[in-house]
């Protein structure tokens, strides 16, 4: 037997075996009772499992105390040539069974199991109180073990049967941490697994399985092997579907619009990939989900993602893409409808072909591939075509751009309400300011306009678009980046450009959706270089058209703060969402 100073001495024990609570291929679990106090019992029978060899793999189990995780009490062989394992009972019995079956459960519950399965990683004490409980319990438990020194423990077999539910299912743990990695293929096992198992494992003797188990921990078997398995359970606890599929586009496909936000969707999809490099870190999944499920953004220097390479190479590898009708063009490039396996996506085409302009682009979608907010287009990553043209492939928005949505065949289209108005504008507020608190480097749009705020959600939920690469084509192809109406004054006199220049255009973008006008309506002479003199020697629209609104005389300071000339005086865009939220 093995026992440690702070385990339960199994030696003399009067164990009783009350009934079978699973089964695995080589294991059968009980539930067993000792002096009222009940533990789990896991068999391992003797020609399967080499006792040396158990007593190695939970020997750094014993010592893991972590609300997250099956405790571990102690190990004895038993008569009939078995061995047993005693754990921790979970009394809500396994993931798997409770999805499946007739629990009940809320999207929130199903959040905060994930980010349990991964947590107890430096990120989490910058994050916000946690509201949801279940996806967040995975994630709690996971990073726990992957940070283990000095052996990192990963678990190798994470699967809806492996975790277990208790206090009253709101709390998830994560057990079968020694049987290590799985060795029959299933929908949770990264492809790597196959192509580190040896040809003819079919035909290794049972006794020996423990012995390939044991040596496959030293090559494929790393934390990125788990994040392919979160990221399938993630799928199965927002659809309670068992996931049979063949890739992970297939996977995509059968997740309900209701389920989830994009950002969910690209979560799955970013875990989900084929070359372990691309998958994120375990602590990057954990402020995805916290972001996901608060809709708030936190960021912090521990909070950093990788950086990771773009998801598409090149075009000629994916023969797949289709593209479709030109949804918008501007001074760049082209903006197409496509399709990539099966999926909606939307494709810009810039139209210049040269070196510095494509590494430009590639650079900037490279860094602003791991944006994750719900009112920022994603984007995918590049391609280049076969005429040298780059391709930005990104988040479709099915119900087009504001610009389209406020104005038909360039008429005025006032039929929206003011409570409609008001959330668009605190989405957009919220968006840019998530980018101008990235880091190690903030992002400055330098183009705010209708054009490029993008609708979904039933014309509901406001999207940023073109965000990815204003800041590289400046100075690759021109000084000023911008639309004249919506410029900054230090821009137009050729000052340095801040964020402050968005907060300035930010304000036209309000004042244009409240007053249901287009800026600068009134000037007679509305060329261009006309709009921008006007707007260098400090003049603006008519602040007066935004009337008959509740809090009418808040709207018009906000919007009068955000024109300052001083561009140090303008409000942040966290401010402004701030000041928006209780309008």
């Given amino acids: 037997m093995t026992t440690t100073s702070n385990t339960v001495n199994l030696r003399h024990l009067n164990i009783e075996l009350t009934e079978v609570i699973g089964k695995g291929n080589f294991t059968i679990a ?47 062989k038993l008569p009939g040539k078995v061995i047993a394992v005693f754990m921790e009972y979970a009394d809500g019995g396994s993931l798997h069974n409770y999805i499946h079956g007739s629990g009940k459960y809320t999207r929130n519950n199903a959040y905060d199991w994930m980010i349990q399965l991964a947590k107890v990683c430096p990120i989490l004490k910058y994050m916000p109180v946690m509201r949801y409980s279940h996806i967040i319990h995975i994630l709690q438990g996971l990073a726990y073990l992957h940070g283990l020194k000095p052996s990192p423990i990963c678990h190798g077999n994470l699967k809806p049967e492996n975790l277990f539910l208790t206090e009253n299912y709101s709390c998830l743990k994560i057990g079968d941490l020694a049987s290590g990695v799985e060795f029959i293929s299933n929908c949770y096992t990264p492809p790597e697994a196959c192509l580190n198992r040896p040809r003819d494992f079919c035909t290794i003797s049972l006794d020996l399985i423990h012995t390939y188990i044991l040596e496959s921990n030293k090559g494929c078997y790393t934390e990125k092997y788990d994040i392919y398995g979160f990221g399938v359970i993630l799928w199965e606890v927002l659809t309670r579907r068992r996931p049979v599929f063949k890739n992970i586009c297939e996977l995509l496909t059968c997740l309900p619009n209701d389920v989830g936000s994009s950002n969910v969707k690209s979560l799955i999809a970013r875990c989900s990939q084929d070359d372990p490099h691309r998958r994120p870190m375990m602590k990057d999944v954990v402020g995805d989900l916290l972001q996901i499920r608060n809709g708030v953004v936190t960021y912090t220097q521990e909070s950093k993602a990788t950086e990771e390479k773009p998801i598409f190479k090149a075009l000629k590898e994916y023969p797949d893409l289709k593209l479709g009708e030109v949804m918008g063009q501007g001074s760049f490039g082209a903006v197409y409808k496509a399709t990539l396996r099966g999926a909606q996506v939307a494709v810009k ?25 719900e009112n920022i287009i994603k984007l995918y990553g590049t391609m280049v075509d076969e005429e040298g043209k780059t391709l930005v492939v990104m988040e479709y928005a099915d119900c087009g751009s504001l610009h389209n949505y406020l104005y038909d065949n360039g008429e005025q289209k006032p039929n929206y309400i003011y409570t409609l108005a008001l959330k668009w504008m ?23 306009k209708p054009h490029n705020l993008l609708l979904t959600n039933g014309y509901r939920t406001l999207k940023i678009a073109d965000f990815g690469t204003v800041t590289e084509l400046a100075t690759v192809m021109t000084s000023n980046v911008g639309t004249a109406s919506y410029m900054a004054p230090e821009v137009v006199c050729s000052k340095v450009y801040t964020e402050k220049s968005d907060v300035f255009s930010f304000g036209i973008v309000l004042w244009e959706v409240l007053a249901r006008k287009r800026p600068f ?43 300052i000339i001083e561009p140090k005086e303008r409000p942040t865009m966290e401010l402004l969402a701030s000041c928006l939220a209780d309008c």
């Fill in 349 to 373: 085409r810039y139209f210049f072909n040269n070196t510095q302009g494509n590494q430009g682009i590639e650079r900037e979608v490279r860094y602003l591939s791991r944006v994750n907010h």
């Fill in 30 to 76: 009980y539930k067993v009772t000792r002096d009222r106090k009940v533990f789990a019992a896991k068999i391992y029978y003797y020609f399967y499992a080499n006792y040396e060899w158990l007593k190695i793999r939970y020997q750094q189990l014993y010592t893991i105390k972590h609300p997250n995780i099956l405790n571990s009490h102690g190990s004895e």
């Fill in 426 to 448: 605190h989405q957009l507020a919220k968006g840019i300011a998530y980018l101008h608190a990235m880091k190690p480097r903030s992002v400055i749009h330098r183009d705010l």
């Fill in 521 to 563: 309506y009134h000037l007679q002479n509305r060329e261009p270089f006309a709009i921008l003199y006007q707007i260098g020697i400090g003049k603006h629209p008519i602040l007066e058209d935004v009337k008959n609104y509740p809090n009418v005389k808040l709207l018009r300071y906000v919007i009068r703060s955000c024109w």
